[in-house]
C-alpha cells in the first residue's frame, strides 16, 4: 500500500450518529460533500435508521442497525451517490440523514379551552378540560421526510408535537363534546373515553408517517361556573339524605331550615310574616309551638332556654325507631306533633 493511499484512508469518514439529543427524531449528518464521498463505513445505531437523500428525495433507506462497510460490502446505492457527487461535484445534492426507529413516550397533550355540552343526567352546561400524554413512533420516515423535514439539517420531538397537538385538539375537543359524559362518571370512563380517541386520532398521525401507539387521559377538571353548579347539586342531595334519615321528604326539611334561618336572624321584636300576625317575633311563635322551648322573662319579652332543632328531634325519634324503643304509631304521632307546629 503506498503513502498516499494510507493517508486517504486514515482521512476517510465514518458516517455515524454518536451523540444522539433525546429531543431529535432527524438529524442531517454532514454538509461536507467530501466527507460522505470518501467515507469508509456506515454504522447504525440500535434504535436509529438512515436515508440517504438525493436532490430532497428520498433514494434509499435502511432501518436495520449495523456496520456497513461502504468500499467492500455490495451496497448498490452507495455507488450511485458515490457517481452522482463525483459527477456533479455538489454538496447540496445529496444528503444523509438519521431519524430514531424507537416509540418516542410521554408527549403531552391538552384542551385548549373548555369542552362545552350539556350534561346528559342534570341537564346543566358543562364546561370541561381534560389533559395527558401520548406516544409514537416513525412509520414512514421517507414520507415524513419530504413533507416536513426538507432541507431542514434536524428535525425535533418539540417540532413534531407542536405539529401533532395543534391537529390534535379540534378532534379531541369534538368527541369529549359528543360523548357527553355525565360530571360524576368522566374520571370512571377515561380508560374507555381514551382508547375511542386514540382510534379517533390514528388517521391525522399515519397521514405524516407516524404511527400513535399510546393515548391517555390523565385528569379532568370543570371550569368555575360547573364547580358551582356541582356544589349546588352535592348540597342539595346531601340535604335530602339528611331528611330520608329523618323519615321526612325534601320538602319538609327545606321548611324547617327556612324556620331555622329565620331564628338565626331574628331580632326579638319584629314579626317574621308567617302567618302567625303582625308583631310577633319568631321567638313568641317558637315558644307558642314548642311549648318549654323558651321561658317569659320578667319584663315580658322572650328568652331562648333550650331551642331544639325540630330536624335533630325528628332526627332521634327516627334512631328510636330503628333501635325498636317506640312503636312505629309512637314515631308518627310523634313525627305530626312536631311537623305540624310549622
Given at each position: 500500500?503506498g ?13 455515524e ?5 433525546p429531543?431529535q ?30 436532490e ?54 391538552g ?59 379540534q ?53 368555575e ?20 334519615a ?49 321561658v ?47
Amino acid at each position: 500500500m503506498g503513502l498516499i493511499d494510507g493517508l486517504t484512508r486514515q482521512l476517510r469518514s465514518v458516517i455515524e450518529w454518536q451523540d444522539t439529543d433525546p429531543d431529535q427524531l432527524f438529524y442531517k449528518w454532514s454538509d461536507n460533500g467530501d466527507e460522505i464521498k470518501n467515507a469508509s463505513q456506515l454504522i447504525i445505531g440500535p434504535g436509529q435508521g438512515c436515508i440517504f437523500v438525493y436532490e430532497g428525495v428520498p433514494k434509499a433507506m435502511i432501518v436495520k442497525s449495523g456496520i456497513i462497510n461502504l468500499e467492500t460490502d455490495n451496497v448498490p446505492f452507495w455507488t450511485t451517490i458515490k457517481k452522482v457527487m463525483n459527477f456533479f461535484e455538489s454538496e447540496h445534492k445529496v444528503g444523509i440523514y438519521y431519524f430514531k426507529t424507537t416509540r418516542v413516550l410521554d408527549q403531552k397533550w391538552g384542551t385548549n379551552a373548555v369542552v362545552k355540552y350539556e350534561d346528559p343526567k342534570y341537564h346543566f352546561p358543562v364546561g370541561l378540560r381534560a389533559f395527558g400524554n401520548y406516544s409514537f413512533r416513525i412509520r414512514k420516515p421517507g414520507h415524513f421526510f419530504i413533507n416536513f423535514v426538507g432541507s431542514n439539517s434536524e428535525f425535533t420531538v418539540s417540532q413534531f408535537r407542536e405539529v401533532m397537538n395543534a391537529r390534535m385538539v379540534q378532534p379531541l375537543t369534538d368527541h369529549l363534546a359528543q360523548a357527553q359524559f355525565t360530571y360524576v362518571d368522566i374520571d370512571a370512563n377515561r380508560d374507555a373515553l381514551a382508547d375511542s380517541l386514540l382510534e379517533k386520532l390514528k388517521p391525522s398521525f399515519t397521514k405524516l408517517g407516524f404511527m400513535l401507539t399510546d393515548l391517555r387521559i390523565e385528569g379532568t377538571n370543570f371550569d368555575e361556573e360547573t364547580m358551582d353548579r356541582i356544589n349546588r347539586i352535592a348540597n342539595i342531595t346531601a340535604e335530602q339524605h339528611a331528611a330520608a334519615a329523618a323519615g321526612m321528604d325534601y320538602a319538609s326539611l327545606q321548611k324547617l331550615e327556612a324556620m331555622r334561618e329565620a331564628a338565626r336572624n331574628e331580632g326579638g321584636g319584629a314579626g317574621v310574616g308567617m302567618g302567625i300576625g303582625a308583631g310577633m317575633g319568631f321567638g313568641q311563635m317558637m315558644a307558642n309551638e314548642m311549648g318549654d322551648s323558651l321561658v317569659p322573662k320578667q319584663n315580658g319579652a322572650a328568652e331562648p332556654v333550650s331551642s331544639e332543632d325540630p330536624v335533630a328531634k325528628l332526627s332521634q325519634l327516627k334512631q328510636m325507631l330503628d333501635a325498636d324503643l317506640i312503636t312505629q304509631d309512637d314515631y308518627d304521632q310523634k313525627k305530626n306533633e312536631i311537623m305540624s307546629r310549622f
